[in-house]
C-alpha cells in the first residue's frame, strides 16, 4: 500500500510535523545523511511504495516500506492506537549494529489515529562508501518488535548484485578488509567482488580494488606476502583478477611479486613442490594448486614470458605423481613427513583450485590433455562431494567465521573456469542448479546466504557470502 493511501491527506502536514519534532530525540546518534535526497524526507513525495518485509506486535503490524527509485526507507505501524511508537534502525554491517542510524524518525500514534508513520531515511552513505539497510521498529507498552532487515534494489537489481552488495556490508572501511580484519579470506571476497563486476557489468564497488590495495600494500610482510605461502598466493590471483578488470600494472606487478615469493619456498622436498609455510614443516596442495594458477596465469598475461610458464609446468608435472590426488580422483590435503598421502580431508577447495590452474595451464601450452585431466577430476569432486545434489563441504557447520566456509567459492570458481574453457560447458546446469537452491533456500530478505546451499538453519557472515557470489558469478 502507498503512503498517501495510509493515511488521510489532511493528516499528511500533522505527520510531518509531529515527526519532525520528534525526530531530534531519535536521530541524536547518527548524523543526517544526504544522497539524491536527505534524510526526513516526507513518503508523500515517495514515487512508489514496496513492502519487503513486516512484523507483528501485540495485534499491531510493523512494516518497513522502499522507495527503490530515491533508495529511501520508511516504517509505519498499523491496526493500533495512540501512544504505539515506530522508528527506523539503520545498519552499514548488515544489521550487526545500528550505530549508524538508531530510532530514526521516531514517533508516536496521536490520540484518535490507529496507525502513524516515520519519515523517509536513506539506506546508504553514499559519500561514505556506507552500504546500509533498514529496518522498522515499533513499541506497544513495554514490548518491542522489529522486521528483518532489508534494503532497496539500489545496487540490487538482480540476484548477483544483490548478493555482491550484501558482501559489501561486510567491508571494512577503515582497514578496507573483509570483516574487519580477514587475510586469504579478504582476499578471495575481493576476487568475488571483482568477478561481479566482470560478468554484471555493474561497477559500484571497482573502488574497493585500489582502496584495498592502497590501504594494505604494506600491511604484514609487505606486497600482500606473509609467512603462509598459500595466503600469499590467494592474493596474488586476486591482484591478477584485477588486472584483468582495470588494466593497471602496478597490480601485475604486486601478482609477479607474489609468485616470486612463493617461489623462494620451492625446493627438493618430497621431489619438488611449494612449502605451506616459512617455517618450511608441511608441504599441501593448495599451496601448490595456487602456485600453479599463478604462475600460469602470469605467463598467460606477460608477453615474452618463459620464466613462469616453466615454473608451472613444473608445478604441475610435480603435483600430478605427489600422491595427493588419491584413487577416487579427490585431492587430500597434504603430504606426511615421510612424502606421502596424509588422506586428510578432500576440502572443496582443494578440488577447485586445480581446476582454475589446469585450465590457465591449459590456455598456456595449448594440452588437451590437461582439460581431460581436469574434467576427471571435476566429475569426482561434483558428484562426492554433494548432498542432495547440492555441493556441501566435508563437516559442514552452520556457521559462517573462520576459513571453511570461503572453501566452496573457491571450488566453483575454479569448476566455473574449467566450464568455460570447455565446449559444450558441460557444468553450466550443475552450477546453475546449486545457484537456484542456495537462491531459493538458504538466502534471507537482505540477500545474506548462510552456509548451506541445500537449505537449513545457520548464520551468515562474509565468508558464507563470498562463496555464495562466487557461485553465482559463475553461475551466470
Known amino acids: 500500500m502507498h503512503a498517501r493511501s495510509i493515511l488521510p491527506a489532511v493528516l499528511l502536514l500533522m505527520v510531518t510535523t509531529l515527526s519532525s519534532i520528534l525526530l531530534t530525540e531519535g536521530t541524536a546518534s547518527a548524523a543526517a545523511i544526504c544522497n539524491k535526497y536527505c534524510d526526513a524526507r516526507d513518503p508523500a513525495q515517495s ?42 534502525d539503520r545498519s552499514m554491517d548488515g544489521g550487526r549494529t545500528w550505530s549508524d542510524g538508531s530510532r530514526l524518525g521516531a514517533t508516536t500514534v496521536p490520540s484518535g489515529q490507529g496507525g502513524w508513520r516515520t519519515l523517509m531515511y536513506n539506506v546508504d552513505d553514499w559519500n561514505t562508501q556506507g552500504v546500509g539497510a533498514l529496518r522498522a521498529c515499533g513499541q506497544v507498552a513495554g514490548a518491542i518488535a522489529c522486521t528483518p532487515w532489508a534494503r532497496t534494489t539500489w545496487n540490487a537489481g538482480d540476484r548477483r548484485t544483490a548478493a555482491a552488495t550484501a558482501l559489501m556490508m561486510s567491508y571494512d572501511r577503515g582497514t578496507k578488509l573483509f570483516g574487519g580484519n580477514g587475510w586469504w579470506t579478504a582476499a578471495n571476497a575481493l576476487t568475488a567482488v571483482i568477478d561481479n563486476v566482470r560478468v554484471t557489468g555493474m561497477g559500484s564497488y571497482r573502488y574497493a580494488i585500489a582502496d584495498t590495495y592502497d590501504r594494505n600494500l604494506g600491511a604484514q ?24 578488470l582495470t588494466g593497471d600494472g602496478r597490480y601485475l606487478a604486486t601478482a609477479r611479486t607474489d609468485a616470486d615469493h612463493m617461489f623462494a619456498y620451492w625446493d627438493g622436498t618430497c621431489g619438488g613442490g611449494v612449502w605451506w609455510s616459512q617455517a618450511k614443516t608441511y608441504k599441501n596442495a593448495i599451496t601448490n594448486e595456487l ?12 608477453a615474452g614470458d618463459t620464466t613462469y610458464l616453466s615454473r608451472a609446468q613444473n608445478e604441475w608435472s610435480w603435483f600430478q605423481r605427489s600422491g595427493m590426488i588419491n584413487g577416487d580422483h579427490l585431492v587430500n590435503d597434504g603430504l606426511t613427513s615421510g612424502c606421502a598421502n596424509n588422506g586428510q580431508q578432500t576440502w572443496t577447495y582443494n578440488q577447485g583450485v586445480v581446476l582454475g590452474g589446469l585450465s590457465e595451464l591449459n590456455r598456456a601450452t595449448g594440452d588437451a590433455g590437461l582439460l581431460t585431466t581436469a574434467r576427471t577430476l571435476a566429475d569426482a569432486s561434483s558428484t562426492r562431494l554433494t548432498s542432495g545434489g547440492v555441493l556441501r563441504e566435508p563437516g559442514e557447520g552452520d556457521g559462517c567465521t573462520g576459513d571453511g566456509p570461503s572453501f566452496k567459492g573457491a571450488y566453483v570458481r575454479g569448476l566455473g573456469a574449467l566450464n568455460g574453457r570447455l565446449s559444450g560447458h558441460p557444468y553450466a546446469a550443475t552450477l546453475a542448479g546449486w545457484a537456484n537452491s542456495a537462491y531459493t533456500h538458504d538466502r534471507d530478505p537482505l540477500d545474506q546466504y548462510g552456509p548451506h546451499w541445500a537449505g537449513g538453519s545457520g548464520t551468515s557472515d562474509y565468508g558464507c557470502q563470498q562463496s555464495v557470489l562466487d557461485l553465482l558469478n559463475a553461475a551466470g
Open 47 to 88: 514515487p512508489q511504495d514496496r513492502v519487503p518485509v513486516t512484523a507483528t506486535l501485540s495485534g499491531r503490524q510493523i512494516q518497513l516500506h522502499f522507495d527503490d527509485t530515491d533508495a529511501m526507507g520508511w516504517g509505519s505501524v498499523g491496526n493500533g492506537g495512540a501512544g504505539d511508537q515506530v522508528w527506523l
Open 291 to 302: 602456485f600453479l594458477q599463478l604462475t600460469a596465469a602470469l605467463h598467460n598475461r606477460i
Open 221 to 244: 610482510g609487505g606486497n600482500f606476502t606473509n609467512d603462509y605461502l598459500d595466503d600469499t598466493g590467494w592474493w596474488g590471483l586476486a591482484w591478477v583478477d584485477a588486472y584483468d
